[in-house]
């Protein structure tokens, strides 16, 4: 990489992505030449058991703007922390390995040009499309409903696709207390508290596999985790 810092920092979490991590970089690469300015891509990796990794590493040497981060622990909202830490972009965007959306970048990339700090792909807006199976949209649904309920949540959407100026969002980063399935919604929820100009857009989901995490396995996670952020948040006020 240059000396000089790109104008992106694309930061995405992958863990036992073997089977799509190479096609998802190509075509990432392919769509990226559709936009003018700089950027790196870092692969946050996070405890894979397959040969990710080892892919990963190829990758980055093919790839001057490609980085790979490795944590030995699953986890993605440590991996998503980590990556907006080390990256060197004025601007992050927050994606996923079976999405790559460059639309949503240059869409995001508009309205932080026009004054948004940090800008949320919302799936459940009206415009959204969202082609998830029906129980993970519900799950959606649920989880809004309690971080409106238990944290004064007045957004659609937490998890998923995000954009934001790095600058200042990393005081709000370094107040998340939570890692894994919550940390995306709580950096959503502080940055709202903080008072950044947060806006949401909406998104086209059409995934490329099942995740790679079964959702009833993350529920226990996450139940804990909106407790502790309404101890910390709602009751402590940090």
Same mark, same amino acid.
Request: net charge positive; proline share 3%.
């Given at each position: 990489?240059?000396?000089?810092?790109?104008? &992106?920092?694309?930061?995405?979490?992958?863990?036992?992505?073997? @089977?799509?991590?190479?096609?998802?970089?190509?075509?990432?690469?392919?769509?990226?030449?559709?936009?003018? $300015?700089? *950027?790196?891509?870092?692969?946050?990796?996070? @405890?894979? /058991?397959?040969?990710?990794?080892?892919?990963?590493?190829?990758?980055?040497? +093919?790839?001057?703007?490609?980085?790979?981060?490795?944590?030995?622990?699953?986890?993605? @909202?440590? =991996?998503?922390?980590? @990556?907006?830490?080390? =990256? %060197?972009?004025?601007?992050?965007?927050? !994606?996923?390995?079976?999405?790559?959306?460059?639309?949503?970048?240059?869409?995001?990339? #508009?309205?932080?040009?026009?004054?948004?700090?940090?800008?949320?792909?919302?799936? &459940?807006?009206?415009?959204?499309?969202?082609?998830?199976? =029906?129980?993970?949209?519900? =799950?959606?649904?649920?989880?809004?409903?309690?971080?409106? #309920? *238990?944290?004064?949540?007045?957004?659609? !959407?937490?998890?998923?696709?995000?954009? *934001?100026?790095?600058?200042?969002?990393?005081?709000?980063?370094?107040?998340?207390?939570?890692?894994?399935?919550?940390?995306?919604?709580?950096?959503?929820?502080?940055?709202?508290?903080?008072?950044? %100009?947060? #806006?949401?857009?909406?998104?086209?989901?059409?995934? /490329?596999?099942?995740?790679?995490?079964?959702?009833?396995?993350?529920?226990?996670? #996450?139940?804990?985790?909106?407790? +502790?952020?309404? $101890? &910390?948040?709602?009751?402590?006020?940090?």
């Amino acid at each position: 990489m240059s000396q000089t810092s790109p104008k &992106v920092s694309i930061i995405i979490p992958i863990y036992n992505e073997e @089977g799509i991590l190479q096609s998802s970089v190509a075509g990432l690469y392919e769509s990226l030449e559709e936009v003018d $300015w700089s *950027f790196e891509i870092i692969l946050s990796e996070n @405890g894979s /058991k397959d040969g990710t990794v080892e892919l990963a590493r190829k990758l980055q040497e +093919r790839h001057p703007e490609l980085r790979l981060i490795h944590s030995d622990e699953p986890d993605y @909202g440590k =991996a998503l922390r980590r @990556g907006i830490l080390e =990256a %060197n972009g004025e601007i992050v965007m927050c !994606d996923e390995i079976d999405l790559c959306d460059v639309d949503f970048y240059k869409r995001a990339m #508009v309205e932080l040009e026009g004054g948004a700090d940090f800008v949320v792909g919302s799936k &459940v807006l009206d415009r959204s499309l969202d082609k998830r199976p =029906a129980y993970r949209r519900s =799950a959606t649904l649920v989880i809004n409903f309690l971080l409106r #309920v *238990f944290l004064n949540f007045r957004g659609t !959407d937490t998890h998923g696709l995000k954009a *934001f100026k790095r600058e200042r969002v990393l005081s709000v980063v370094n107040k998340c207390v939570v890692n894994r399935d919550l940390f995306a919604s709580e950096l959503v929820i502080r940055a709202g508290r903080m008072r950044l %100009n947060v #806006v949401e857009i909406p998104v086209q989901v059409i995934e /490329k596999r099942a995740p790679s995490i079964g959702l009833f396995r993350r529920v226990p996670n #996450v139940l804990k985790g909106i407790a +502790r952020l309404t $101890w &910390v948040i709602r009751i402590r006020n940090r």
